[in-house]
């Protein structure tokens, strides 16, 4: 991960310099927040689920306070693409962290995390969910979205997995089948957030726009 895993090991390290010098009944607290983090089967490196007020979950409240900001009642924005140039630089955490926060943004009812990273899919592995069909049997089956929309528990978060690897990414990305799920979920949901693929390994991710 590099300067990602470097910058959240910083951050632990923040947490537990936070911890020694917080009164008891803070401290209380992030013991929960310690507890939760060994029950649970996300990711710890998706800080914004197990630490409201780290500095990290704080940087994506900015992010997500500057993509709303762009939106104007005549261009509203309803949905973003995270990418990176290359595989292992975080942009599936950063788009898991990014969902969290815009789910507990308290004018957001719904908020949708798409896994469009169908060959190299690790949304469900970083959220604990075990392996489900997804975005791509979807599409290649032209099937209906309810058996699609995994509850995560997390309010206000749905997820749709990735599903199996296909060996046809590109061409059910650009499908037809894409484009009206697109507008459907555009009109389900508050905020869409599409985990993409890399810019320079496949050509996936520029079908997203």
Do not use: C, W
Not at 19 to 29: F, P
Not at 167 to 188: C, D, H, I, T, Y
């Amino acid at each position: 991960m590099g300067k990602f895993t470097d910058a959240l090991k910083k951050v632990a390290e923040e947490r537990l310099y936070r911890m020694e010098k917080m009164d008891h009944k803070t401290q209380v607290k992030y013991e929960f927040v310690a507890r939760k983090t060994v029950e649970s089967n996300i990711d710890p490196r998706i800080v914004a689920y197990y630490d409201a007020v780290s500095p990290v979950t704080e940087q994506y409240r900015t992010l997500r306070t500057n993509l709303l900001a762009l939106a104007t009642a005549a261009k509203p924005i309803k949905a973003i693409t995270v990418t990176s140039a290359t595989h292992g630089e975080g942009k599936t955490i950063s788009a898991i962290n990014l969902a969290i926060t815009m789910a507990r943004d308290v004018n957001k009812k719904s908020i949708l995390l798409v896994d469009g990273d169908m060959r190299r899919s690790k949304v469900s592995r970083y959220l604990g969910i075990p392996a489900h069909a997804g975005l791509a049997e979807m599409l290649a089956n032209d099937e209906p979205l309810e058996p699609y929309l995994l509850d995560v528990g997390i309010e206000n978060l749905t997820v749709i997995p990735a599903g199996k690897a296909p060996q046809n990414a590109a061409e059910l990305l650009g499908s037809q089948r894409m484009k009206k799920l697109v507008e459907q979920l555009k009109a389900r949901f508050d905020f869409i957030i599409v985990d993409a693929p890399p810019i320079v390994p496949v050509t996936d991710v520029g079908i997203f726009g």
